[in-house]
């Protein structure tokens, strides 16, 4: 059984930074990616940050490219969001999720493995 289990989340002003933990067990060796997805209210959940299981890739969407680093500890049990520079348009639920399809690692459809979320806020 998979379990993940995000935390991390809080409120900052934008310009500051968050790390956000992702705490995974039972995840099969199979699995492509680990990645954070967020979602802001009356949004669509969007892909963010992956990471591949053997933390030898990374990927970040655009908009947070040079601000948002991924990382893992080496028994990958444990995966960090690192965020820096934070904006209001950052703010959301962030949900880390294993699956994902070889090369497309951003896509939703592409995950059945999630976390509760922890929420980010980004006040201007």
């Known amino acids: 059984q998979v379990q993940l289990v995000e935390s991390g989340g809080g409120s900052v002003q934008a310009g500051g930074s968050l790390v956000l933990t992702c705490a995974a067990s039972g995840v099969p060796r199979s699995v492509n990616y680990i990645t954070w997805f967020r979602q802001a209210p009356g949004k669509e959940r969007e892909g963010v940050a992956a990471i591949s299981f053997r933390g030898t890739w990374t990927g970040y969407r655009d908009s947070v490219q040079g601000r948002f680093t991924l990382s893992r500890d080496n028994s990958r049990s444990t995966f960090f969001l690192w965020m820096n520079s934070l904006k209001p348009e950052d703010s959301g639920t962030y949900y880390c999720?294993?699956?994902?399809?070889?090369?497309?690692?951003?896509?939703?459809?592409?995950?059945?493995?999630w976390g509760q979320g922890t929420q980010v806020t980004v006040s201007s």
């Open positions: 999720a294993a699956g994902g399809v070889d090369g497309q690692s951003l896509r939703v459809r592409d995950y059945k493995n």
